[in-house]
């Protein structure tokens, strides 16, 4: 997504006659998904230099406020500052949530936003000045949902946090799956306690589960306690259990 940022921002240059190029960056740089933000703004100390030698006559500064990947209203308030305040009418989201949530303002404002980490359904939706780098969650979950079936599992449990990633993923499922989901058991964003998702795993006799976290900390929580309570079923999940950390930390238990 690096590649496709540098080459949007090229994108926004040409729509601007301005010497210099302000693009508001709303991304997450704190919470549990910081780390999706932090890259970004790190490529954004590059992207001008980068730009400049790429022979545009234009000047980069890229403004950068924390939308914590739409928790409360940060992204909302964020919007508000860089399009309404500041006058920005160019701008780079991170996540879904920041996306869903500064829209309004963005279509208001008729500011241009491109996201690189949207995969919430509902942003095809939005206006036509607002775009994603980043497939839409329905498709993977339609590519998982095909293989739970392929394999014959008939009892399927959903171990779910909800925020505006993951309930979209959660919403697919239900869909797709209906009456193979033999659990739908939600937890908090900050839960590290999941004993009693153990006990109603074992009651309920699933034969896959569906991991739904939406970071690192939480899915290697849950994922420590699953195999310590003897829950030994296939464990399928959406890009954490490659991340580094959990690697690191789970080692074979994923296996």
């Known amino acids: 997504w690096l590649v496709r940022l540098a080459a949007a921002s090229c994108l926004f240059a040409a729509a601007s006659s301005a010497d210099e190029v302000r693009v508001g ?27 400049h030698w790429s022979g545009t006559s234009h000047r980069y500064r890229f403004v950068v406020e924390d939308g914590a990947c739409g928790k409360g209203n940060a992204a909302l308030g964020a919007a508000q500052k860089l399009a309404r305040l500041d006058g920005l009418r160019l701008f780079i989201v991170g996540c879904s949530g920041e996306m869903l949530q500064a829209a309004p303002v963005f279509e208001q404002t008729g500011s241009v936003a491109l996201c690189y980490a949207c995969s919430h359904p509902d942003i095809r939706k939005l206006g036509p000045r607002l775009f994603r780098t980043f497939p839409d969650i329905s498709n993977g979950v339609a590519l998982v949902s095909e293989e739970l079936e392929r394999r014959g ?27 193979k989901l033999a659990l739908v058991d939600r937890f908090l964003p900050d839960e ?56 690191e930390a789970l080692g074979r238990l994923q296996d």
């Open 192 to 247: 590290r306690d999941f004993r009693t998702s153990v006990l109603k795993l074992r009651t309920v006799g699933a034969d896959a589960l569906y991991l739904n976290a939406a970071d690192g900390e939480s899915y290697i929580a849950a994922m420590r306690q699953l195999r310590e309570g003897g829950i030994d079923v296939p464990v399928f999940s959406y890009y954490q259990p490659g991340d580094r950390a959990v690697l």
């Open 25 to 51: 960056a709303i991304v997450p740089t704190s919470g549990a998904v910081s780390m999706f933000g932090i890259d970004a703004v790190r490529l954004f100390e590059l992207l001008p230099d980068l730009l």
């Open 153 to 179: 599992f008939r009892r399927i449990a959903l171990l779910t946090v909800e925020n505006s990633f993951t309930s979209a993923i959660h919403a697919s499922m239900e869909i797709r799956l209906g009456s």
